[in-house]
């Protein structure tokens, strides 16, 4: 069974830190690209970032640019690092994974994972 799992989220104050890890397992996602999203209560799945498996080449929302950094720390594992958190960060985090970056960025891709908290006071 392919899954994706998502982990590192929790309560954190304004200007603070928090990584968020994604662990895919049941295939191989070396051929994948990998991304964030998030939802906020009463609000749409949003991009955040997302890392391409060819060249590497990473994208993010423009709400998140300087702040936060997308890195593919082995085949089946991305990371979303977070830096000077604000409150309008507080959502669920989302893992995707799909072969295709256009898939990842656009929202519909094949893998979703069940997502994590991130609330940040303040």
């Known amino acids: 069974q392919v899954r994706l799992v998502e982990s590192g989220g929790g309560l954190v104050q304004a200007g603070g830190s928090l990584r968020l890890s994604c662990a895919g397992s049941g295939r191989s996602f070396s051929s994948h690209s990998m991304g964030w999203f998030r939802q906020a209560p009463g609000k749409v799945r949003e991009f955040v970032a997302a890392v391409s498996w060819v060249g590497g080449s990473t994208y993010y929302a423009d709400s998140v640019k300087g702040r936060f950094v997308i890195s593919r720390d082995n085949a089946n594992t991305v990371s979303l690092q977070m830096n000077n958190l604000q409150p309008v960060d507080t959502a669920v985090y989302y893992c995707?994974?799909?072969?295709?970056?256009?898939?990842?960025?656009?929202?519909?891709?094949?893998?979703w994972g069940q997502g994590t908290q991130v609330t940040v006071s303040s």
């Open positions: 995707a994974a799909d072969p295709r970056t256009t898939e990842v960025r656009a929202g519909t891709p094949n893998h």
